[in-house]
T-cell receptor
Framework: KAGVTQTPRYLIKTRGQQVTLSCSPI?????VSWYQQTPGQGLQFLFE???????NKGNFPGRFSGRQFSNSRSEMNVSTLELGDSALYLC????????????FGQGTRLTVV | DQQVKQNSPSLSVQEGRISILNCDYT??????FLWYKKYPAEGPTFLIS?????DKNEDGRFTVFLNKSAKHLSLHIVPSQPGDSAVYFC?????????????FGRGTSLIVHP
């Protein structure tokens, strides 16, 4: 069974640009969550999608958005990039929102210059 | 305000000895707790979990202890092995809108010396 796949693995963008990250969950999993990891900050929750609907949202500005498609694949978009957006973005999938264990992808390392 | 705290950023242990990683939480609504392990350039992988109705859960060399009154949990690794060297994240979750969203600590970097 394939794991969670995130693309691209690495990305370099210029301040002010926008970026789209992609996540394919484990086959059969319908819940996808996104996290931002920065040095010393742990994993901070961005949002969760289930059945193409955003179920929960963390404390991030509106520049961070996401969506989920009918095949459960999810995309995350960050507009008007700032230097502070440089981070590892992790996607996690769960079978359903009630499941307690999340399976993470390898992440996308975003560098904003 | 951090709801899940891992106050030790790093821990160094000799191979064969016990590693004890600690985690404190403030939200009394948390009822499920997890530990994840992360190697560089990889995503976190689930290690072990515990429900608030238990005070101990064991899986091989890994044991998690939960002290609800102190809002404290710990992960014991016995015996520690060099391959255990990684960053360990504590996570706590409560059912929010029908969903368990884990809140993570900042992690503890464990180094096991041969």
């Amino acid at each position: 069974k394939a794991g969670v796949t995130q693309t691209p693995r690495y990305l370099i963008k210029t301040r002010g640009q926008q970026v789209t990250l992609s996540c394919s969950p484990i086959s059969g999993h319908r819940s996808v969550s996104w996290y931002q990891q920065t040095p010393g900050q742990g994993l901070q929750f961005l949002f969760e999608y289930f059945s193409e609907t955003q179920r929960n949202k963390g404390n991030f500005p509106g520049r961070f958005s996401g969506r989920q498609f009918s095949n459960s694949r999810s995309e995350m978009n960050v507009s008007t990039l700032e230097l502070g957006d440089s981070a590892l973005y992790l996607c996690a999938s769960r079978g359903s929102v009630g499941n307690t264990e999340a399976f993470f992808g390898q992440g996308t390392r975003l560098t904003v210059v | 305000d951090q709801q899940v705290k891992q106050n030790s950023p790093s821990l160094s242990v000799q191979e064969g000895r016990i590693s004890i990683l600690n985690c404190d939480y403030t939200n009394s609504m948390f009822d499920y707790f997890l530990w994840y392990k992360k190697y560089p350039a990889e995503g976190p992988t689930f290690l072990i979990s515990i429900s608030s109705i238990k005070d101990k859960n064991e899986d091989g060399r890994f044991t998690v202890f939960l002290n609800k009154s102190a809002k404290h949990l710990s992960l014991h690794i016995v015996p520690s092995q060099p391959g255990d060297s990684a960053v360990y994240f504590c996570a706590a979750s409560a059912r929010t809108g029908g969903s368990y969203i884990p809140t993570f600590g900042r992690g503890t970097s464990l180094i096991v010396h041969p």
